[in-house]
């Protein structure tokens, strides 16, 4: 472990029923710890029930005080971390709704802190991603360059989620980066 571990929390955002996400953050969580680097958190998303936004006082104003019990753990969550791996499907060219309510419910709780993707979906997440970074920009997040992308057509048989090689290699690549930017 490093000298001053930093605790990194991996977010899975998919809630659906079925979804391949589990598997993949799975796969995430085992690789970031067997690095043995930083303290790394699975936080998966259907576990928060986080609700529909419809809080009068905007989150960046909340002060971290939120009337809902399930944004407030939410929001204990996510202020613990240091840093992020989203892990994102890709639902009609776009993010997941649910997943960004979650981000959109919470405000000081994500800024300055860098974040990494790691995305899939039949079209392997891209726009997904792509979209993810302009949303963190506005939290002055920095978005890690590399990022992994995984196909469900090929990454993905049976039900069984398999990667390819590669997407192993792009991994430790993305958590390499991450971590470099928490020294």
Same mark, same amino acid.
């Given at each position: 472990?490093?000298?001053?571990?930093?605790?990194?929390?991996?977010?899975?955002?998919?809630?659906?029923?079925?979804?391949?996400?589990?598997?993949?953050?799975?796969?995430?969580?085992?690789?970031?710890?067997?690095?043995?680097?930083?303290?790394?958190?699975?936080?998966?998303?259907?576990?928060?029930?986080?609700?529909?936004?419809?809080?009068?006082?905007?989150?960046?104003?909340?002060?971290?005080?939120?009337?809902?019990?399930?944004?407030?753990?939410?929001?204990?969550?996510?202020?613990?971390?240091?840093? !992020?791996?989203?892990?994102?499907?890709?639902?009609?060219?776009?993010?997941?709704?649910?997943?960004?309510?979650?981000?959109?419910?919470?405000?000081?709780?994500?800024?300055?802190?860098?974040?990494?993707?790691?995305?899939?979906? !039949?079209?392997?997440?891209?726009?997904?991603?792509?979209?993810?970074?302009?949303?963190?920009?506005?939290?002055?997040?920095?978005?890690?360059?590399?990022?992994?992308?995984?196909?469900?057509?090929?990454?993905?048989?049976?039900?069984?989620?398999?990667?390819?090689?590669?997407?192993?290699?792009?991994?430790?690549?993305?958590?390499?980066?991450?971590?470099?930017?928490?020294?």
């Amino acid at each position: 472990m490093a000298t001053n571990p930093k605790k990194i929390g991996i977010i899975l955002g998919s809630v659906r029923e079925g979804r391949a996400g589990e598997q993949i953050a799975s796969w995430v969580l085992q690789r970031a710890e067997a690095r043995g680097t930083h303290d790394y958190q699975l936080l998966d998303l259907a576990e928060f029930d986080v609700p529909h936004l419809v809080a009068v006082t905007p989150p960046g104003a909340a002060q971290k005080q939120y009337a809902d019990e399930a944004v407030t753990r939410w929001s204990q969550a996510v202020d613990a971390c240091d840093g !992020f791996i989203f892990v994102t499907p890709e639902y009609n060219h776009s993010v997941p709704g649910t997943m960004k309510n979650a981000f959109d419910s919470l405000g000081p709780e994500w800024m300055r802190k860098p974040v990494a993707f790691v995305g899939y979906g !039949f079209d392997s997440a891209i726009r997904a991603v792509e979209h993810w970074r302009v949303i963190v920009a506005n939290f002055s997040m920095f978005d890690v360059r590399n990022q992994v992308a995984l196909s469900l057509v090929d990454d993905l048989e049976d039900n069984a989620f398999n990667p390819r090689e590669q997407k192993s290699k792009d991994l430790d690549r993305v958590l390499g980066d991450l971590e470099g930017e928490l020294a």
